[in-house]
């Protein structure tokens, strides 16, 4: 299947800190792709949907000036976790479809986030 | 609103036994359902995708079934092996999004 890869794949940075985690389709293209936040134990929730070249379309509840979104190619995407707080730490995943029409969604290896 | 769930939330058999996971989702107008595995710490394997016209897939020891009528879905793994325990989680499309279920955690002892 196709590769999405994630980086850094775990990052521990100190509160009140900027954290970026980078999504790349490594063998596709992917004018959609998704990042999702997952807590201990619990399912994967979807938190907002980068579109290339243009907004980030967030869900209900997620704040966009926290979690800023730029998806600059048809290959990257980037979540910037601004001013982090203990309370963000989580595991963070993207997802990414093949632009030409492939339905099946493939994900990165995932973020572990500690703040402290 | 689209909710899946997920039945049992986890499963612990010996090695060699088949088993089934089952999925359930609230709104039947769904475009496709994909089960996926998650070992601890690590991001999701596709292990299986059913498109809404399809009623199953096979890929290996792994059948997975979708009756969309009734809002189900079953993940069957035969012969099951030490190194299936992980997460199994399943997943409906939902316009352009995903919407998941909370998991089963599968153990296969030795």
């Known amino acids: 299947g196709a590769v999405v890869s994630q980086h850094p794949s775990w990052v521990i940075c100190k509160s009140g800190t900027s954290v970026k985690i980078e999504c790349r389709s490594l063998?596709?293209?992917?004018?959609?792709m998704f990042w999702y936040r997952q807590f201990p134990k619990q399912s994967l929730m979807l938190m907002a949907t980068?579109?290339?070249?243009?907004?980030?379309?967030?869900e209900q509840g997620v704040e966009k000036d926290k979690f800023l979104i730029n998806h600059a190619s048809l290959t990257l995407s980037t979540l910037t976790v601004t001013s982090a707080h203990p309370e963000d730490s989580s595991f963070y995943i993207c997802?990414?479809?093949?632009?030409?029409?492939?339905?099946?969604?493939?994900f990165g290896q995932g973020t572990r986030l500690t703040v402290v | 609103k689209q909710e899946v769930t997920q039945i049992p939330a986890a499963l612990s058999v010996p090695e060699g036994e088949n088993l089934v996971l089952n999925c359930s989702f609230t709104?039947?107008?769904?475009?496709?359902l994909q089960w996926f595995r998650q070992d601890p710490g690590k991001g999701l394997t596709s292990l299986l995708l059913?498109?809404?016209?399809?009623r199953e897939q096979t890929s290996g020891r792994l059948n997975a079934s979708l009756d969309k009528s009734s809002g189900r879905s079953t993940l069957y793994i035969a012969a099951s092996q030490p190194g299936d325990s992980a997460t199994y989680l399943c997943?409906?499309?939902?316009?352009?999004?995903?919407?998941f279920g909370a998991g089963t955690i599968l153990r296969v002892k030795s």
């Open positions: 997802s990414a479809r093949d632009s030409r029409g492939n339905t099946e969604a493939f």
């Open positions: 063998d596709f293209q992917a004018t959609t």
């Open positions: 980068s579109n290339e070249g243009s907004k980030a379309t967030y």
């Open positions: 709104d039947s107008a769904i475009y496709n």
């Open positions: 059913i498109q809404s016209s399809q």
């Open positions: 997943a409906v499309k939902d316009g352009n999004k995903l919407v």
